[in-house]
């Protein structure tokens, strides 16, 4: 699908939402032209009448003054507002484009995957009727643009950490002949820093002949599926946005690496959202999007949820994120099998504990727990190096 006639779409429909805004301060304008002319046609209408009765020489002066001053006032609102209208249009349709320009950017954050310029090009694949009900709801819900900024913040960070973790899983295994630049050895570095030896480097560089190290990738860890926890008990909801964008950053990660990413938004009570390779249609996420549980605060059905899917799922190994902001009790029993499940499947778990307070519970059953005061920082962004 085209992105210009997307573009075409919002921008019309922008255009026609500021026209109608124009117009209808158009009409409140001329209402109050129509009052003002409503009080200069009365004052005339009484300056006439004391002329007839009167004549003109007893005419009540200050009933002149007043004539004279809503005349000038007449005029000088008519010359106003004349001048203000192109004005007040361009204006109008300026912010039309910007708007245009806002939303489909939303749109982008939200559907785009954790990899460079991928923005566009999801963009692309989603049909024009869900881009569209999606823009309206950007549009129409601040709650949604907000998704959709930390989205756009948070996969950048994702794929800033994929990339790290990359390197570090990167070795060293012996030397070999090559022209890339990042694994030049030092003494070739060397050569090129002397202007004696700089022509044999470059000569040797664009043959493919210089001395550079040879790399493998490290033994890597089996690619279970991601599963993500993610207290919405009522304390919770001043973070909703930012949680809301937090899961949408960690199902790129899992669309980029085809790993299924189950969501499981828990409080008293929870849900299970599966997603296939970490794909997400239009409607789901605006599902996602509108849906907070509110309650109370229960961390042992959601981890009999984790040992289901994990126990259900193609891949021995899974990676889950844990964020909450409280603390639940569980029994020692659960903790045991838990445990004993986590060595059986190799599964790991990563919590995040919002806003301080107590860690018991949590490191009974995590592999790691970290404080934080929101999933903005540098401590909840471990979870994107799963």
Known sequence: MSLEELSSVLATTKFGEKTKEWLEEQRQANEELNDQLNELQALQRQLEKQEKENGTSQVNEQL???????RENFN????????????SLSQKFFQAFQDTKETKNSLKQLVSGSTAGSGDMELRKVPL???????EKIT????????????GRLK?????????????????????LGNDIEKLLPAELALYSHKSTRIDFLRRFTEGQTLEFETRAKESLGKGPIILCLDQ???????????????????SIAKKQKRDFCYIPFSSEYKVYRFLKGKISVQEMMKLSEEFLDGGTNFLMPLQECLSIIEESRFKKADIVFVTDGEARLQHSFINDFQNKKIEKEFSVLSLLIGGGNTNTLEKFSDRVITINDLDEEGSYKAFEI
């Open 64 to 70: 002149k003054k007043d004539l004279q001053q809503a």
């Open 76 to 87: 000088d609102q008519v010359n106003q507002q004349v001048q203000q209208n192109g004005e």
């Open 129 to 135: 009727k869900d881009q569209l009900q999606l823009a």
């Open 140 to 151: 129409k819900q601040t709650h949604m643009k907000e998704i959709a900024e930390w989205a």
């Open 156 to 176: 950048q960070i994702a794929k800033l950490k994929q990339k790290s973790v990359h390197r570090n899983n990167v070795e060293r295994s012996g030397v070999s």
């Open 233 to 251: 008990s009522g304390s919770m909801q001043r973070m909703d946005t930012q949680s809301k964008g937090f899961a949408l950053a960690l199902m």
